[in-house]
């Protein structure tokens, strides 16, 4: 369904651009059809650089990306808007995402002027409520309000109901449920659920692992950059490989089990990005080899790749 | 660091051209030929002075040199401080005129535009503390910088000067006196300072009242005050801390306000004939003498952009923010 | 087109009506512009022509010169109130005209960033350094013909830089706002985001800025009138005070020459900064509380 | 004893009314005690941490006696609180990473405010440089300013300054919810260690995030609407909660090993309720399953178990 291949996004920072900043580096990524993946990392690791690529609100510094393999890197006009068509995301916060002069379903209003401008009203206000029933939503109590009317939970399923409108094929979910009370997530985690079951596939975007390990196929785990682990997620959980997965595995709060007495390693100086293998700074098992290549993601067992020399030997 | 000034400098560099540029187009933008036209002005019928004034003026202007030559000649007079000859003055150098003029206008100025300042902030951060302070500063505040700088210096004039005749209303000193120094010469002066300086100091200090009665309400409900209040200390230290903060914003601002302050300052001289810059525009307007009208305006140009860097190293001195900002944190 | 908020909308007059600092300003505003308006109508003098004979007359004292007389027997009144309509002229048109340019250069600053952004912002920096009425000075010195429509439009010219810096920061916070990329996606055009989705937001802050605008705009041609690069025919308020002080208004005592004008400017002014905080008040509740 | 709390009311002034947010609450912290309050967002954790130590509008006191060591506080009283803030209660806030004043040294501010508390900087100065090393920061920092230092490194510096004269009860308001996951771990490890080194006699941690109070609270108090459900020891909490909406709460967290499509977690039916003119009695009955009649009046928060409270009718405890 969509591939990326080896995607980067280099910032210009400083007075004038003279610093550049790697947010992503060269990432290889796919997701199948109704197949749900979760890319976990802390934050400034660049998940949601990868995410706003995919979407096409920042532009791709290098690398490719295919969806159904069309090249979208430089896609433009017509074809984008065509491509808005199978690819949308929702965002972390949603009274953010709402313009909040408009009523809240002005975002249907928008789409339907841009994509279905020839239907008739009559079959577009039973399409939408169709959808809002998709997403559990009951039509009456939510049209016609505006966005500070509604709640947290209530905004992001009309996100989603706006995407199945589209009959999108590829969700991008960027920390779609951390603005959400605890009990109100779990509903938007089981509709997600539901959806990849009628064969939706999903780009789950979080940096809560137990989330991540609820949801999704495969897990892969992100850090400044670059994937330090990829795979099914029980394996990458259960087994993990690369220290930087380990470490975090350790330091989730479960309510099963006490924290193991992990040593943190408090960030020290890191090596610039591109020199040496990424976790290098915080990595206690960082040899020679570590600080000189960047160590590539390789097959450690069926469906498990990670990057780091000492694994194999580990 | 170094960058930060580097890039500062440009900019102000960059202003001074284009603030010059625009003083070299606008005769030469104006329909018509200038010569021909200031010659009409001048409207002295008699012949040997007309052709000198014509000479000088094709001289001058050099409207027989390609565009871009007269450009370079501007500029190459401009650098050997020669800003040509004044009009209504005939035989003096404009810059030799103005030169007598500044001195008058950094006296009016420079005090008027500081104490009004440090007073405009001290009664500003006052305002914000009770209702009915807030209540009675803030509408004389808003009365004050809504007042035309000219009105209200007509107003004192007449007021203070005339009615009461408490103040002289005309000139920098007493007319039978020439400027030498003496007790008597230098109370003269004072004696003719005060009403300019009052009407300056009056408007400007209403603008800095409410800009700093609104910034301090600003920097009170910031993260620090609370967190210094929930730590139980005294609204003392909390008031003091807020001012300080308070105090880099207004800086900004005295900056900004540098251009309308001088046009200010003008038209005040224009009201009490006080001898500084404005007074020579008034001058030059009425005469038609456009070189001293184009020294002037050079000179609070280069006054103006010169007072906004010092503000500026200021600013970078006083705020740490700035300075330590641009080494980049210490991850 | 656009569905206003409708419970917003009430709220909003409901709270504009309760604000004291609005209904004062408003109504001062109100009050001189029906002047400017009405008040021509009741004179037949011309502003500037010489009518009256003799002593300049005092206000009241005789009933056709209500506001009394200049020393050349020119009617105070009609200069008052011809001058008031060339104050709310240049106003309108100085202001709306500053407001239109830096809404623009802000916009599309803020927008575009980047480049285009970079050359935006060096050029208002640039432009709010340079003193104004320096410029304004020379360009009008330069002019024989000076209608008060020039006037206006050199104002304006020269006044917008700070609005496109305060509409340029206003832009950048909303466009980094999630409902944009939400535009993008649902395939909305740049210029279609900017003008359906931006601007409505921003229509509260662009009549805040309207108002300051309007002021400034009154008190530069106040100052160029009286140093007489005002208009060259017709009469302003700042060209009244002009002729009054360089006719040593203020030693023969001819008090009701000079004070009107520069009364009534300051009432305008400091109306509408006073009608500003109302409104900005009215807006964002929290400094409602002060 | 350390701090007991009678019948707690502090409402929420608003334009529309005042915001019933917290409606009575009654509790206790022991010395040596990690109480963690956990609650969704509008629950009025926030709410009754403010009100203990800066009561300021649009804060409104309504009643209720707070005691601290045997000492009564003035909360009502702004001025008259000022002597026990800082000594005997404090507060790591949430804003903490911006809590510190831009324009001045570090050094400089804490000297500035020890002395307008009447303390001393020279006095401390050794011990103030130990906790640093203790919570990894370098002296050093005390010469900087805060826009020198990471996010993390603020908020640790003021942890340290909070505690810095021993207060006996410490509030940390969701200090843990903007940090990644190894420095979650690692603040709330501090928090611990500060208890231990017996730099605060108890604490109070405040956060939605009821995984991390497992971790390190000794007992949890979850809160619902403005009223307390339920206190109890966090294992008793976790694996045999006695108020139905911690039951609900509980469950509908997913945890690392429970798959949708292996168990799928419920989650709870409803909305809480707006605190303007908030339901009688129970604030939970709307969504609770087990409502009944009863329930139209106000549930006490009793002991049903020695250390265990809750606060529903369907409980039976001492009282049913």
């Given at each position: 369904?969509?591939?990326?291949?080896?995607?980067?996004?280099?910032?210009?920072?400083?007075?004038?651009?003279?610093?550049?900043?790697?947010?992503?580096?060269?990432?290889?990524?796919?997701?199948?059809?109704?197949?749900?993946?979760?890319?976990?990392?802390?934050?400034?690791?660049?998940?949601?650089?990868?995410?706003?690529?995919?979407?096409?609100?920042?532009?791709?510094?290098?690398?490719?990306?295919?969806?159904?393999?069309?090249?979208?890197?430089?896609?433009?006009?017509?074809?984008?808007?065509?491509?808005?068509?199978?690819?949308?995301?929702?965002?972390?916060?949603?009274?953010?995402?709402?313009?909040?002069?408009?009523?809240?379903?002005?975002?249907?209003?928008?789409?339907?002027?841009?994509?279905?401008?020839?239907?008739?009203?009559?079959?577009?206000?039973?399409?939408?409520?169709?959808?809002?029933?998709?997403?559990?939503?009951?039509?009456?109590?939510?049209?016609?309000?505006?966005?500070?009317?509604?709640?947290?939970?209530?905004?992001?399923?009309?996100?989603?109901?706006?995407?199945?409108?589209?009959?999108?094929?590829?969700?991008?979910?960027?920390?779609?449920?951390?603005?959400?009370?605890?009990?109100?997530?779990?509903?938007?985690?089981?509709?997600?659920?539901?959806?990849?079951?009628?064969?939706?596939?999903?780009?789950?975007?979080?940096?809560?692992?137990?989330?991540?390990?609820?949801?999704?196929?495969?897990?892969?785990?992100?850090?400044?950059?670059?994937?330090?682990?990829?795979?099914?997620?029980?394996?990458?959980?259960?087994?993990?490989?690369?220290?930087?997965?380990?470490?975090?595995?350790?330091?989730?709060?479960?309510?099963?089990?006490?924290?193991?007495?992990?040593?943190?390693?408090?960030?020290?100086?890191?090596?610039?990005?591109?020199?040496?293998?990424?976790?290098?700074?915080?990595?206690?098992?960082?040899?020679?080899?570590?600080?000189?290549?960047?160590?590539?993601?390789d097959e450690f067992e069926k469906d498990h790749q990670v990057a780091c020399f000492n694994c194999k030997r580990g | 660091m170094r960058r930060y000034f580097g890039r500062k400098v440009l900019i102000y560099l960059l202003t001074f051209f284009v603030a010059v540029t625009i003083d070299w187009l606008i005769p030469r933008f104006m329909p018509g030929d200038p010569v021909l036209s200031m010659l009409g002005r001048v409207g002295t019928a008699h012949p040997d002075t007309v052709n000198a004034m014509r000479e000088y003026f094709t001289r001058v202007f050099g409207l027989d040199v390609p565009i871009w030559q007269q450009y370079l000649n501007f500029w190459a007079s401009l650098l050997r401080g020669d800003l040509g000859v004044s009009v209504y003055r005939f035989p003096r150098e404009v810059a030799d005129v103005i030169m007598t003029a500044v001195p008058y206008d950094i006296a009016l100025l420079v005090p008027s535009i500081l104490l009004s300042w440090i007073a405009g902030n001290k009664f500003g951060a006052y305002a914000a503390r009770r209702k009915w302070l807030d209540n009675t500063i803030l509408p004389l505040g808003y009365t004050l910088t809504a007042t035309p700088y000219m009105w209200l210096a007509i107003l004192l004039a007449w007021g203070l000067g005339i009615k009461l005749d408490l103040f002289p209303i005309a000139g920098a000193y007493a007319f039978d006196m020439a400027p030498h120094w003496s007790w008597r010469f230098i109370s003269s002066v004072l004696h003719h300072w005060i009403l300019p300086f009052a009407s300056l100091f009056l408007v400007n200090f209403g603008g800095w009242a409410i800009g700093m009665r609104n910034v301090i309400i600003y920097e009170l409900e910031a993260d620090y005050s609370h967190y210094l209040e929930a730590l139980g200390a005294p609204q003392q230290l909390v008031r003091k801390y807020a001012y300080r903060n308070a105090l880099l914003p207004q800086l900004t601002g005295l900056a900004l306000q540098l251009g309308v302050i001088v046009a200010g300052a003008l038209v005040t001289e224009v009201v009490f004939s006080y001898p500084g810059i404005g007074f020579q525009l008034l001058a030059a307007v009425q005469n038609q003498d456009y070189f001293l009208l184009q020294g002037c305006f050079l000179f609070i140009i280069v006054g103006v952009l010169l007072a906004n860097f010092i503000i500026d190293i200021v600013y970078v001195i006083v705020d740490p923010r700035t300075r330590r900002g641009m080494t980049g944190e210490m991850a | 087109m656009m569905e206003k908020k409708s419970k917003k909308r009430n709220e909003f007059f409901y709270f504009a009506f309760k604000n004291n600092k609005l209904r004062i300003g408003l109504l001062i505003v109100l009050f001189f512009l029906v002047m400017a308006i009405i008040g021509p109508s009741f004179t037949e003098n011309d502003p500037l022509s010489f009518i009256h004979r003799g002593v300049p007359l005092k206000p009241f004292e005789s009933e056709d010169f209500i506001f009394g007389t200049t020393v050349f027997g020119q009617d105070v009144y009609s200069q008052f109130v011809y001058g008031l309509r060339a104050t709310f002229v240049v106003g309108a048109i100085g202001g709306g005209l500053a407001t239109l340019i830096g809404v623009i250069v802000g916009f599309i600053g803020g927008y575009m960033g980047g480049k285009t952004d970079e050359g935006l912002n060096m050029g208002t920096n640039i432009v709010l350094v340079i003193p104004t009425l320096a410029v304004l000075l020379i360009i009008s010195a330069y002019l024989e013909v000076r209608g008060i429509l020039l006037e206006s439009v050199f104002i304006g010219c020269t006044a917008w830089p700070w609005t496109a810096r305060a509409v340029r920061a206003q832009t950048f916070s909303l466009r980094s706002r999630e409902f944009v990329d939400l535009a993008k996606m649902s395939g909305m055009k740049s210029l279609k985001i900017i003008f359906k989705e931006i601007a409505p937001n921003m229509m509260s802050y662009l009549l805040l800025v309207f108002i300051l605008q309007f002021g400034g705009a009154t008190l530069n041609a106040a100052t160029l009138d009286f140093i007489g690069l005002g208009p060259t025919q017709g009469i302003s308020l700042g060209l009244m005070m002009n002729h009054a002080v360089a006719h040593s208004a203020l030693l023969l005592d001819i008090w009701w020459w000079f004070i009107p004008p520069g009364l009534a400017i300051t009432a305008i002014v400091g109306a509408l900064y006073v009608t500003n905080v109302g409104l900005d008040e009215v807006f964002n509740p929290k400094l409602r509380e002060m | 004893m350390s701090l007991h709390v009678e019948n707690l009311k502090v409402y929420y002034q608003t334009l529309r009314g005042d915001v019933r947010a917290l409606d009575g609450a009654t509790f206790d912290i022991a010395d040596g005690e990690i109480m963690g309050l956990a609650g969704e967002s509008g629950c009025g954790k926030t709410t009754l941490a403010h009100s203990l130590i800066r009561l300021t509008p649009p804060l409104k006191f309504i009643e209720g006696k707070v005691e601290l060591d045997g000492e009564e506080?003035?909360?009502?009283?702004?001025?008259?609180?000022?002597?026990?803030?800082?000594?005997?209660?404090?507060?790591?806030?949430?804003?903490?990473?911006?809590?510190?004043?831009?324009?001045?040294?570090?050094?400089?501010?804490?000297?500035?405010?020890?002395?307008?508390?009447?303390?001393?900087?020279?006095?401390?100065?050794?011990?103030?440089?130990?906790?640093?090393?203790?919570?990894?920061?370098?002296?050093?920092?005390?010469?900087?300013?805060?826009?020198?230092?990471?996010?993390?490194?603020?908020?640790?510096?003021?942890?340290?300054?909070?505690?810095?004269?021993?207060?006996?009860?410490?509030?940390?308001?969701?200090?843990?919810?903007?940090?990644?996951?190894?420095?979650?771990?690692?603040?709330?490890?501090?928090?611990?260690?500060?208890?231990?080194?017996?730099?605060?006699?108890?604490?109070?941690?405040?956060?939605?995030?009821?995984?991390?109070?497992?971790?390190?609270?000794?007992?949890?108090?979850?809160?619902?609407?403005?009223?307390?459900?339920?206190?109890?020891?966090?294992?008793?909490?976790?694996?045999?909660?006695?108020?139905?909406?911690?039951?609900?709460?509980?469950?509908?967290?997913?945890?690392?090993?429970?798959?949708?499509?292996?168990?799928?977690?419920?989650?709870?039916?409803?909305?809480?309720?707006?605190?303007?003119?908030?339901?009688?009695?129970?604030?939970?009955?709307?969504?609770?399953?087990?409502?009944?009649?009863?329930?139209?009046?106000?549930?006490?928060?009793?002991?049903?178990?020695?250390?265990?409270?809750?606060?529903?009718?369907?409980?039976?405890g001492k009282h049913a």
């Open positions: 369904m969509l591939k990326l291949q080896g995607i980067s996004k280099t910032y210009k920072v400083g007075t004038f651009g003279g610093k550049a900043l790697h947010a992503v580096c060269d990432v290889d990524l796919d997701v199948g059809s109704g197949e749900v993946v979760s890319l976990i990392g802390e934050s400034g690791s660049g998940k949601t650089t990868i995410g706003k690529m995919i979407l096409k609100l920042i532009s791709i510094t290098s690398g490719s990306a295919f969806f159904k393999d069309i090249d979208i890197t430089t896609l433009k006009g017509r074809e984008l808007k065509e491509y808005y068509r199978k690819v949308q995301g929702v965002f972390q916060d949603p009274f953010s995402s709402y313009n909040p002069i408009f009523k809240a379903d002005h975002i249907f209003a928008m789409i339907k002027t841009e994509f279905y401008p020839d239907v008739k009203p009559g079959d577009w206000s039973q399409k939408v409520d169709a959808c809002l029933k998709d997403v559990g939503l009951n039509p009456p109590d939510v049209l016609g309000k505006f966005p500070h009317q509604l709640s947290g939970g209530q905004l992001q399923r009309f996100l989603i109901a706006r995407a199945l409108l589209l009959e999108t094929e590829f969700l991008v979910a960027d920390e779609i449920i951390s603005m959400l009370d605890a009990s109100r997530r779990i509903d938007v985690l089981n509709l997600l659920a539901d959806l990849k079951k009628k064969g939706l596939s999903i780009l789950f975007i979080t940096h809560d692992l137990s989330l991540a390990y609820y949801i999704s196929d495969r897990a892969v785990i992100l850090y400044r950059g670059s994937i330090v682990e990829m795979g099914s997620t029980e394996r990458v959980y259960f087994n993990p490989q690369h220290p930087y997965t380990r470490m975090l595995m350790a330091t989730v709060p479960r309510l099963d089990q006490a924290w193991e007495d992990v040593e943190i390693a408090i960030r020290q100086k890191q090596l610039p990005i591109g020199q040496g293998c990424v976790y290098f700074g915080r990595c206690p098992f960082a040899s020679e080899q570590c600080s000189l290549e960047q160590p590539q993601l | - | - | 506080l003035p909360l009502a009283d702004m001025e008259k609180m000022d002597d026990f803030r800082f000594r005997k209660i404090s507060i790591v806030p949430q804003y903490a990473m911006n809590a510190l004043n831009p324009t001045r040294k570090i050094r400089k501010m804490t000297a500035e405010l020890l002395a307008s508390k009447g303390a001393s900087m020279k006095a401390i100065e050794t011990e103030l440089q130990r906790r640093l090393d203790l919570v990894g920061l370098n002296p050093e920092v005390l010469d900087m300013y805060p826009i020198e230092l990471s996010g993390g490194m603020k908020q640790r510096m003021v942890m340290v300054l909070s505690t810095l004269l021993d207060p006996s009860l410490l509030m940390a308001d969701e200090i843990t919810s903007a940090l990644d996951v190894s420095t979650q771990k690692a603040v709330a490890e501090m928090l611990v260690e500060f208890r231990d080194r017996n730099f605060v006699k108890s604490m109070m941690i405040i956060t939605h995030d009821i995984s991390i109070l497992y971790q390190v609270a000794d007992t949890i108090m979850i809160m619902y609407a403005g009223q307390l459900a339920e206190k109890a020891s966090r294992e008793t909490v976790i694996d045999s909660p006695r108020h139905p909406y911690t039951k609900m709460l509980i469950s509908s967290l997913p945890q690392v090993g429970v798959q949708v499509n292996v168990t799928r977690l419920a989650g709870i039916p409803g909305t809480p309720p707006q605190l303007l003119e908030p339901p009688q009695g129970c604030r939970f009955r709307a969504r609770c399953p087990l409502a009944f009649e009863k329930c139209l009046q106000v549930p006490p928060f009793v002991e049903v178990e020695p250390g265990h409270m809750v606060a529903c009718w369907k409980e039976p």
